[in-house]
């Protein structure tokens, strides 16, 4: 018809915007959106009838009633939407599995739905890490009527002193726009200007709706221009500046070209634009540690992982040796620099960024990436033939000989990297594991995903549930995550959620008896780096699965018994949800994590009087 | 000496008010911090020798090297400090530890420390929690160096945007003080500044504590005084003339005084003065559900708990009818009203608020009731020796005859109230538990835990662990806790802390598969209120639990069934941490719930268009 209700308005945006899978909990405040999402997560159970997979792998005791339910809510709706409901554990893993959606799935956004107060404010730290790593969020609220947000009664979830707008004010801490819908009137473009600004500008939004406009009637006339997910236009004139500055250095350069892509690159969508720049130019191609699989590792002419002067010796000189350094999106955190220390001048370097440009030591703003990039293309296509005579070193990790049986990190993250597919993703949590597979490579069109600024742990928990819903949306292949003993105890019941809606995630928890990360940067033998032995293998029978059937556990603790594994081809085809609790040293680190610690502990650093 | 660091100095404020205990997790911002209270956890170690309490049941593997350990770091320090730390599993679980240490510790606060940004945001919630509760918590967050606050370098944990002060400003929505520690020269004014507040206002306070001041040298001379936690006096003038005022109605009023005790009366300390104005009078006394324990429920002239429209029949109609309400310590907030039902003129009505005072419509700000009720106590006593006469139903609820074997909750409350002891800790979890529990009394002494205003689902894990910490520092009886099978998947992991420290809570988890609360609210039916069946009496062995040695869980489906176990005596001593799973109607609830659901389903209701 000609008029929708907010809740339908806002839900076909973000099928618009192919959003599949919805996260959150439930709460008083937000269940007018519920029953409008369960109408869709019903519809979704219609069209599959066969499958239980939505709800979980056995047949849920109330599926009659539930199918009974149907013709009351869902009539008027089976039109719409292929949006399912994901009720996670708790609202930070939510949060978490919203980034991790939204990362895998390029060009669309994560959505989590809380309720007021109490559940918002559990997301804050997975909000405020999608706004750190430039990934696309959007947080509906539930909130109260607005009548009670004038009238400010002091209602349960509230502060108690009339502070209805407290956690709105929070929100603009970690979010790039926030709305809070008041009117009828304005719903449709409030909702249209934080859905831009979160696709535009990769980076979370605040969407408050109260219960009462929930189910308003709307004009649906707008719905029929879709959401425009591009960046502006670069002015042509500056463009064009920017343009033939950039050349004079490349032919000052000569051939000696090098591309350097970083986290902007993948979070800002310019994936298609770089392969056809490097393709075209035969530049060689490093990555820092977040911009990792922008570029596909197996490519010939790409060199591996630059990250300052913890870099493999070859690469470092490599990189820091080219006459012009063309960086792609970059984003230099301590982590990803080496804790700052890119040994290459600003005279030899050329920036591009999503909304500006650096040429030595000029910045361009407004002239963003995405329109420079198929421009500067077809300037350096036809000139830089021979560039592709600068040898690059093979980005190959061969598996050591050890004379022991350990599982080490030296030996482990070149295995494991046999093991992986293309269109893999990998999923790395901050630790060790963060640090381990850099230094190896991962297959064509495999996608990794790892916090390495924003750095909390657990995330990676949630952001695997959210991460392999949309990897099976997009066809990709199994994901696959490494998780410390440690981290994983801060999130460790979103597993459940895996169980309940089937999803089939490798997990490698690596147990080295708590914080080996933080023993690097303090109290190596200290009692707090310590936890608590878990019994890893019962976590998922616990958490509801039948070991066997819709999932299966091991525990390994040496060499030949991880190989068997990953050599098993039941196991890696992953048919159901597995994890892997390998057995490892307290005190082992990656390489680069020892010299990493080294360099940040000296900045924080406490030293005993 | 003369001076002592920045973290000496304030352990040893935290020392003064009666802290035990600290909560939280590692980070490398806050590493120096830990340096310090591992020596403090050392020390005590030491003096515990025979016992592994702190290290969980089972001798540590790495005893031997925290014995060694020992001589380098704490030998300075040996002569401080019986804080313990609490490593958490999360940061959400340990700001919710804090708060419900705070709860039992009358008099001192709960503290938690964290690291800058994805520690300090993970806990946002319980602080905030904290606020809208009136708590004292202290959140100390480990922060980068005064020079990285200046220089802003784009460290992991930041916003990746320069913005180093965005987390302290969300704080302030949540805190009623904040401070960042700049200098040596003011940190010590700082601490103290934030602690009184802290402690004085009973909320929560925020203190950014840089690595490189953790160890600066400061005065110590301040800490010969000791920080005030009274409420300021209030003004003599004013004070007489608002007695007065409140005599006069009470003349009027003749006999006919009520008392209704509320949240602050606990939280801001006047339970003693209370107790006083009650045993003197003899006036009637009933409770708001966020004031259950302020006054012990076993007192002959104790009525049981008012909540508007929702109370017992006979209460509702003693409350109402009373000439003139004395108002202590009220906070009206939705669920605390039976959704704002009250039925007392406020001519009939005097307030006593922790920092102002109302008598009918006038209010007096400045006049707190502290320092007003043991006068008014005293101005009162000679007058009324027959107020004593007014008839108070005692406040019994004898356990139901039931045809059936099924755990209904008409049932449950009144069979576990017998199961109680005095001085028994005992939480409930905001849904079905919170609800029936208030209408059962407590024991004498007896402390109750809950969440009626903010009602952050999963709280009473956290909260449990601090409760049970603090009551067994002030020598209180068991920890008991009620908690919704939906609730408990939020923060479950917390479970394995108790473990590791020994602590040995009742845990009851009414298993009505999903939250039945909600039901209640919309959705009686509906896939979003399920959640996924967790083998719940497995929960403890796979946390690092041993059945039989340190744990002990439990099934009961009948009424005999649990009948039995709370007769039993050795499981009525709690000698280990026991876990016991009720598995009850989905659809069965408090008579309190249903018609509160009703009435503040109705304010939040959609109704299908
Ligand atoms: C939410 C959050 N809390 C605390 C920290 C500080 N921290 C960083 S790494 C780490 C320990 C990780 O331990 P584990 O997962 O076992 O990793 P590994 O032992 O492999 O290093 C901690 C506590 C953090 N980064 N995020
Ligand atoms: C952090 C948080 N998330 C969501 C909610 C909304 N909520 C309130 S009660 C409840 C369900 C509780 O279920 P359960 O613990 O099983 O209790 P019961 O079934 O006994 O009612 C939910 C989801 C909340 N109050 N807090
Ligand atoms: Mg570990
Ligand atoms: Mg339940």
């Known amino acids: 018809?000609?008029?929708?209700?907010?809740?339908?308005?806002?839900?076909?945006?973000?099928?618009?915007?192919?959003?599949?899978?919805?996260?959150?909990?439930?709460?008083?405040?937000?269940?007018?959106?519920?029953?409008?999402?369960?109408?869709?997560?019903?519809?979704?159970?219609?069209?599959?009838?066969?499958?239980?997979?939505?709800?979980?792998?056995?047949m849920p005791p109330d599926a009659t009633i539930l199918i009974q339910f149907i013709p009351i809510v869902v009539q008027d709706y089976v039109e719409d939407s292929p949006i399912t409901w994901v009720g996670n554990c708790n609202e930070l893993n939510a949060s978490y599995a919203a980034d991790g959606y939204a990362r895998v799935k390029d060009s669309s956004l994560g959505v989590i739905l809380t309720t007021f107060g109490v559940g918002e404010l559990s997301a804050t730290n997975g909000i405020a890490g999608a706004f750190s790593e430039h990934v696309p969020v959007l947080h509906i609220v539930g909130v109260p009527s607005t009548t009670q947000q004038k009238s400010k009664p002091m209602l349960h979830h509230t502060l108690g002193d009339g502070r209805f707008d407290a956690y709105f004010k929070a929100s603009q801490q970690f979010t790039i726009s926030q709305a809070t819908l008041t009117n009828a009137a304005t719903a449709g473009a409030e909702i249209d200007r934080i859905l831009t600004d979160c696709v535009v500008a990769a980076r979370p939004v605040y969407l408050m709706l109260p219960t009462?406009?929930?189910?308003?009637?709307?004009?649906?006339?707008?719905?029929?221009?879709?959401?425009?997910?591009?960046?502006?236009?670069?002015?042509?004139e500056v463009e064009a500046f920017v343009l033939d500055e950039i050349m004079k250095l490349v032919n000052e350069a000569e051939q000696d070209v090098l591309i350097l892509v970083d986290a902007c690159a993948i979070r800002h969508g310019v994936k298609k634009e770089l392969e056809e720049l490097i393709a075209k130019t035969g530049f060689p191609v490093y990555s820092a540690p977040m911009g990792k699989t922008a570029v596909n590792e197996t490519y010939e002419r790409y060199g591996g992982i630059y990250v300052g002067s913890i870099s493999h010796p070859e690469i470092k000189e490599r990189v820091e040796s080219a006459k012009l350094i063309l960086s792609v999106g970059g984003l230099k955190s301590d982590f990803n620099t080496g804790n700052f220390t890119y040994h290459i001048p600003t005279t030899r370097t050329i920036?591009?960024?999503?909304?500006?440009?650096?040429?030595?030591?000029?910045?361009?703003?407004?002239?963003?990436?995405?329109?420079?990039?198929?421009?500067?293309?077809?300037?350096?296509?036809?000139?830089?033939?021979?560039?592709?005579?600068?040898?690059?070193?093979?980005?190959?990790?061969?598996?050591?000989?050890?004379?022991?049986?350990?599982?080490?990190?030296?030996?482990?993250?070149?295995?494991?990297?046999?093991?992986?597919?293309?269109?893999?993703v990998i999923v790395a949590e901050t630790g060790t594991s963060s640090f381990g597979i850099l230094d190896v490579p991962l297959p064509e069109g495999a996608i990794f995903c790892s916090q390495i600024?924003?750095?909390?742990?657990?995330?990676?928990?949630?952001?695997?549930?959210?991460?392999?819903?949309?990897?099976?949306?997009?066809?990709?292949?199994?994901?696959?995550?490494?998780?410390?003993?440690?981290?994983?105890?801060?999130?460790?019941?979103?597993?459940?959620?895996?169980?309940?809606?089937?999803?089939?995630?490798?997990?490698?928890?690596?147990?080295?008896?708590?914080?080996?990360?933080?023993?690097?940067?303090?109290?190596?033998?200290?009692?707090?780096?310590?936890?608590?032995?878990?019994?890893?293998?019962?976590?998922?029978?616990?958490?509801?699965?039948?070991?066997?059937?819709?999932?299966?556990?091991?525990?390994?603790?040496t060499k030949d018994e991880l190989s068997a594994l990953l050599d098993d081809e039941t196991f890696a085809n992953a048919e159901k949800i597995q994890l892997v609790e390998m057995i490892m040293e307290k005190h082992d680190a990656p390489r680069a994590l020892k010299v990493q610690a080294e360099l940040s502990g000296q900045t924080n650093r406490y030293v005993l009087p």
């Open 1 to 58: 018809g000609d008029t929708v209700t907010v809740a339908d308005y806002l839900l076909q945006r973000l099928i618009q915007l192919g959003v599949t899978q919805m996260f959150g909990l439930p709460g008083d405040f937000n269940l007018g959106s519920y029953m409008r999402f369960i109408t869709c997560l019903l519809t979704r159970l219609m069209l599959l009838e066969s499958s239980y997979r939505f709800l979980g792998t056995y």
């Open 212 to 236: 009462d406009l929930v189910h308003e009637k709307i004009p649906s006339r707008r719905l029929r221009t879709p959401i425009n997910s591009l960046p502006p236009q670069n002015d042509a």
């Open 351 to 424: 920036e591009l960024h999503s909304d500006h440009t650096r040429v030595q030591f000029a910045s361009y703003h407004g002239i963003g990436m995405k329109n420079l990039l198929p421009k500067l293309t077809s300037r350096l296509q036809p000139h830089f033939e021979d560039a592709k005579e600068i040898p690059v070193p093979k980005f190959v990790r061969p598996v050591p000989e050890e004379d022991n049986q350990i599982i080490s990190h030296t030996w482990l993250w070149p295995r494991v990297s046999q093991f992986f597919r293309p269109k893999d």
């Open 453 to 557: 600024l924003w750095g909390s742990i657990g995330w990676t928990v949630g952001a695997t549930l959210g991460a392999a819903l949309a990897a099976e949306d997009l066809g990709l292949n199994r994901t696959i995550l490494f998780v410390g003993d440690g981290s994983l105890q801060l999130t460790v019941q979103e597993l459940s959620v895996m169980l309940k809606l089937g999803v089939k995630p490798i997990i490698f928890v690596l147990n080295n008896s708590g914080y080996t990360i933080e023993r690097y940067l303090h109290g190596e033998n200290a009692h707090y780096n310590d936890i608590t032995d878990w019994r890893w293998t019962k976590i998922l029978s616990t958490f509801g699965g039948e070991e066997g059937k819709n999932c299966q556990s091991y525990t390994v603790r």
